[in-house]
């Protein structure tokens, strides 16, 4: 199994929904992106970046890595932000009911998380600026996933290609009666869409 048998569950529920024709057009633009670089034996990198790189890009990492790992597609995945916080101790919590075997506390002020996808496959999860989380060397698609970071970063360096792809903030419903289930469906929504992307592609091109 490629991925842990809890996760395995978790992609079920979410893998035959349905996607806006608005989004998929976003959605197709990182489809070729992927498919481009795979089809010229180039390494794929995908970047993605929200304001404070606590919760909608820390989710975009996840299910990424995840669906890389699913599909048998060799991606790179990060994220980052403009600001240095923390990765938000809500979406720790959801992926561990999603599934995910995680280490590490929220006891620091900008805590590392090391999250299994799979036996043999793991990442690091914390909160860091776009510009520190890929090597310098590397070229990338930016994927912006809030308007703010989107409308204060008109220019990306590394970016080879960059799409506004924005989600909903599941942090207006912090302390709310709704907060587990705004955090699942936010996460469900970038999972399913990410899902999306890697399916397509895997249609189109051969790994072996």
């Given at each position: 199994m490629r991925v842990l048998p809890n996760i395995e569950?978790?992609?079920?529920v979410f893998l035959k929904k349905e996607i806006a024709n608005s989004r998929k057009e976003i959605l197709e633009i990182l489809i070729k992106y992927i498919i481009g670089k795979i089809e010229n034996n180039?390494?794929?990198n995908l970047n993605f970046i929200c304001t404070h790189n606590s919760r909608r890009s820390q989710f975009c990492q996840i299910?990424?890595?995840t669906a890389s790992q699913y599909y048998?597609?060799?991606v790179n995945c990060y994220s980052g932000g403009t600001e240095i916080t923390e990765c938000n101790k809500r979406v720790i919590k959801s992926i561990i009911n999603n599934g995910f075997l995680v280490t590490g506390n929220d006891k620091n002020?900008?805590?590392e998380y090391l999250v299994a996808i799979s036996a043999n496959k793991t990442i690091k999860l914390f909160s860091k600026l776009f510009k520190k989380s890929i090597n310098n060397d590397r070229t990338f698609i930016a994927v912006m996933t809030c308007s703010n970071a989107d409308k204060n970063c008109p220019y990306i360096p590394g970016a080879e290609k960059?799409?506004?792809l924005k989600y909903d903030?599941?942090?207006e419903f912090d302390n709310t009666a709704l907060e587990i289930k705004k955090?699942?469906?936010?996460s469900y929504k970038i999972a399913t869409e990410i899902f999306y992307v890697f399916s397509e592609v895997s249609k189109k091109i051969k790994i072996h």
């Amino acid at each position: 199994m490629r991925v842990l048998p809890n996760i395995e569950k978790t992609i079920k529920v979410f893998l035959k929904k349905e996607i806006a024709n608005s989004r998929k057009e976003i959605l197709e633009i990182l489809i070729k992106y992927i498919i481009g670089k795979i089809e010229n034996n180039k390494q794929v990198n995908l970047n993605f970046i929200c304001t404070h790189n606590s919760r909608r890009s820390q989710f975009c990492q996840i299910w990424s890595s995840t669906a890389s790992q699913y599909y048998n597609i060799p991606v790179n995945c990060y994220s980052g932000g403009t600001e240095i916080t923390e990765c938000n101790k809500r979406v720790i919590k959801s992926i561990i009911n999603n599934g995910f075997l995680v280490t590490g506390n929220d006891k620091n002020k900008n805590p590392e998380y090391l999250v299994a996808i799979s036996a043999n496959k793991t990442i690091k999860l914390f909160s860091k600026l776009f510009k520190k989380s890929i090597n310098n060397d590397r070229t990338f698609i930016a994927v912006m996933t809030c308007s703010n970071a989107d409308k204060n970063c008109p220019y990306i360096p590394g970016a080879e290609k960059r799409i506004s792809l924005k989600y909903d903030d599941p942090k207006e419903f912090d302390n709310t009666a709704l907060e587990i289930k705004k955090y699942e469906e936010c996460s469900y929504k970038i999972a399913t869409e990410i899902f999306y992307v890697f399916s397509e592609v895997s249609k189109k091109i051969k790994i072996h």
